[in-house]
């Protein structure tokens, strides 16, 4: 059973994870092995603790302890639980808490390309994306949709960045992901590619072509230049969501729904 732990000194060195390290602090990339991601609302914690990730320590508002915490405790271990007032933990954080936990968890052993496209079928390949909403939204778009895997260009921002890990609502931790150097990987494995991009020659999103195979990846680009001319280059055939009143395209993560529903494995 976690033990509560009373904060009486905020300079106490445990309280930095929840407060003064920065995100790349957290991952420690001089040693990934010790790197560490914040995880925030009793639903999100729930969802990482059920794949199987490590908790570290806990900070909670103190009503939460026998409220909507209180069956996130019976299973974190003997970790420690800080606690406080709200407003004094508002102090500590800087912002008010979102539904007032904030869990730090050990980082995952990262996949392989390789790996991650064991079996699947369908998987999304984000190039350059480095809007952390952005990014939550799409992970939770193709955990939602039948996407298989995510792929990320070694540009694109972290998926456990907090914000990505709150808006994606623990779908970073459910659906498979792995970083990607080249497209090489996916066309060796037996993937057809998609470039989304708003193109003359592009083929319509509901074109029947695109159903005929058995395995997609479908290519999306960063929110303001979207995909490189080399990736579009280097993909199968180009795509586009056909658009109506004249708006010439969506952001990234509605952009990415769309494309998942419509290219979703049927049968």
């Known amino acids: 059973m976690a033990h509560i732990v009373e904060i009486e000194d905020f300079s106490d060195p445990a309280l930095?994870?929840?407060?003064?390290?920065?995100?790349?602090?957290?991952?420690?990339?001089?040693h990934p092995e010790d790197g560490l991601f914040i995880a925030e609302s009793p639903k999100v914690i729930g969802t990482a603790l059920d794949a199987g990730l490590v908790p570290v320590s806990l900070l909670t508002e103190r009503r939460h302890i026998e409220g909507s915490a209180a069956a996130l405790l019976k299973r974190l271990g003997d970790i420690p639980v800080y606690t406080a007032d709200d407003g004094l933990l508002s102090k500590l954080t800087g912002y008010d808490l979102t539904r007032g936990v904030l869990c730090a968890m050990r980082r995952p052993a990262g996949r392989s390309a390789n790996k991650v496209l064991q079996g699947a079928h369908r998987?999304?390949?984000?190039?350059?994306?480095?809007?952390?909403?952005?990014?939550?939204?799409?992970?939770?778009?193709?955990?939602?949709?039948g996407m298989d895997a995510v792929l990320l260009s070694p540009a694109c921002c972290d998926p456990l960045l907090r914000r990505s890990v709150r808006v994606s609502m623990g779908t970073v931790f459910q659906i498979p992901w792995a970083r990607l150097d080249d497209l090489a990987a996916l066309k060796r494995a037996g993937f057809v590619t998609l470039a989304m991009a708003?193109?003359?020659d592009a083929l319509p999103l509901d074109d029947p072509i695109l159903q005929t195979f058995d395995k997609l990846a479908v290519v999306l680009g960063t929110e303001g230049?979207?995909?490189?001319?080399?990736?579009?280059?280097?993909?199968?055939?180009?795509?586009?969501?056909p658009m109506a009143h004249g708006v010439d395209s969506l952001n990234v993560g509605n952009a990415a729904a769309v494309t998942f529903w419509a290219l979703r494995r049927r049968g």
């Open 198 to 200: 708003l193109k003359r």
């Open 225 to 241: 230049d979207g995909l490189t001319q080399e990736t579009i280059a280097g993909c199968d055939y180009t795509v586009m969501i």
């Open 16 to 30: 930095d994870v929840f407060a003064r390290l920065t995100e790349n602090q957290l991952k420690n990339r001089l």
């Open 123 to 145: 998987v999304a390949v984000l190039e350059n994306i480095v809007d952390s909403t952005n990014l939550g939204a799409i992970f939770r778009s193709a955990a939602a949709l």
